[in-house]
């Protein structure tokens, strides 16, 4: 039982850079999410998607754009990588019930370094 | 803003013993509280939830209490184990929005 996929792990990339996170589930939830995790802080909403087509913006969009490519897979794309993007990306994915209670089920996190 | 934050940044306790997490919250409008627990490198796990029209819950040795009149979550661990040790997460959500606010995390650590 997979959940929630990410791919990569790991990345460096240099400033000015642009890469694409992805992210896969197989539990046929609905809702996805992108969070950003920064040392002593909490998760940070990116973009979030209610429904395969929809996209909106979270607490910090400035920077990322994303796709919901179909119901299963939602990425995350850096056009032009900066250092204050360097963090740990998480993806998240809920159900229907998930979606009003606040559970969510999360990857294992993209440890992004931006020189 | 709105924001969920938490009182204690570290928390030490001794094996065996209980262990409380305190949150303070500001959004009275939020419909649930959730707690999550999240191990060295690795994702966030949901532990449990509370819907604001409830006081306490109960799960497997975890207790959720809810106090509106104050805005204070606190997540109750018994018998505290050595696989207890991670971060711990408060957060909120309002039905509908589909925008989970996480506060900023207290670390558990359990001492053998």
């Known amino acids: 039982n997979a959940g929630v996929t990410q791919t990569p792990k790991f990345q460096v990339l240099k400033t000015g850079q642009s890469m694409t996170l992805q992210c896969a589930q197989d539990?046929?939830?609905?809702?996805m999410y992108w969070y950003r995790q920064d040392p002593g802080m909490g998760l940070r909403l990116i973009y979030y998607s209610a429904s395969e087509g929809t996209t909106d913006k979270g607490e910090v969009p400035n920077g990322y754009n994303v796709s919901r490519l179909n119901k299963r897979e939602f990425s995350l794309r850096l056009e032009s990588a900066a250092p204050s993007q360097t963090s740990v990306y998480f993806c998240?994915?809920?159900?229907?019930?998930?979606?009003?209670?606040?559970?969510?089920?999360f990857g294992e996190g993209s440890r992004l370094t931006v020189l | 803003g709105e924001s969920v934050g938490l009182h204690l940044p570290t928390l030490s306790v001794q094996e065996g013993d209980n262990s409380i997490i305190n949150c303070a919250y500001s959004n009275s409008a939020s419909d649930y509280f959730i707690w999550y627990k999240q191990e060295s490198g690795k994702g966030p796990q949901f532990i449990i939830d509370i819907r604001s029209n409830m006081d306490k819950r109960q799960g497997q040795r975890v207790t959720v209490l809810l106090n509106k009149t104050v805005k204070h979550l606190s997540l109750q661990i018994a018998a505290t184990q050595p696989g207890d040790s991670a971060v711990y997460f408060c957060?909120?959500?309002?039905?509908?929005?589909?925008?989970?606010?996480f506060g900023t995390g207290t670390k558990l650590q359990v001492i053998p």
């Open positions: 957060a909120e959500n309002i039905r509908g929005y589909q925008k989970v606010t």
């Open positions: 998240a994915s809920s159900g229907a019930s998930g979606g009003a209670t606040g559970e969510l089920f």
């Open positions: 539990m046929n939830h609905n809702s």
